[in-house]
């Protein structure tokens, strides 16, 4: 009996439409990390006319440039260990922490019932990752915690972390109405952000004015120690 044991990961390519889908991943426990390309859309499009025609020998040509990429670090395995001081691995366990705080499902039926609310996401997988994606880099002579902070950004919903961004820079509560019109949301995609802050233990909300929002200053200083949120911006 030949048996064989072998670990590997994925790297794919989706659209924002993967947003949608979220929150069943996330229930069935999140697997992957998300990184948000920064495309300029006319620059995209101008070369997509460019190289029209050209796309089996664009494949070809990037198929062998990341395979030639990948084996140079494999045979490149270093022979030293990545060595974190105790106030790097708190930061980074701290990114981690509130990282899957914020990216954990709340689930809605059609008519926005809550149905499923689990325990928000220990941080347990995300620190591996995180850690595995900084000594990698760190490899490549690459390495910068704000790598992570980006990386982090984008695992959270891009909603949720648009309204977040608002309140973590308000001492105050923010009316609805405001977050909404502030942020370019209709007022459901607002109200189910900052729902589902409140639910995730990140905000709280007030009825004098009607439905206004604000972070708890526990979670903004939560924010400011993992490096989501710069002191001097607050």
């Avoid at 062998?64 to 260990?81: A, C, G, K, N, Q």
């Avoid at 366990?93 to 509130?98: F, G, P, Q």
């Amino acid at each position: 009996r030949v048996t064989g044991k072998a670990r590997f990961g994925i790297l794919a390519a989706v659209t924002p439409v993967i947003d949608n889908y979220s929150t069943i991943h996330s229930l069935l426990g999140e697997r992957f990390l998300k990184l948000r390309p920064l495309a300029n859309k006319e620059e995209a499009v101008l070369n997509a006319a460019r190289t029209e025609g050209q796309e089996s020998t664009m494949r070809h040509e990037i198929a062998e440039i990341l395979d030639l990429f990948m084996t140079y670090y494999v045979r490149l395995h270093p022979s030293e260990v990545w060595k974190l001081s105790d106030d790097e691995l708190t930061q980074i366990s701290m990114l981690a922490d509130i990282t899957a705080t914020l990216r954990s499902p709340i689930l809605r039926d059609r008519y926005q019932h809550i149905v499923f609310q689990s325990e928000p996401e220990f941080g347990t997988r995300l620190v591996k990752q995180f850690i595995r994606v900084g000594r990698v880099l760190h490899w490549m002579n690459a390495y910068h915690y704000s790598t992570l902070i980006r990386l982090a950004q984008d695992c959270i919903p891009k909603v949720r972390w648009t309204v977040l961004q608002l309140l973590a820079h308000l001492e105050k509560p923010l009316p609805l109405s405001v977050i909404s019109s502030k942020r370019h949301l209709s007022r459901y995609l607002a109200q189910t952000a900052c729902e589902d802050l409140r639910l995730l233990g990140a905000a709280y909300v007030e009825s004098n004015p009607s439905d206004s929002y604000a972070l708890l200053p526990e979670f903004r200083e939560k924010l400011v120690g993992a490096g989501l949120l710069c002191e001097e911006t607050k």
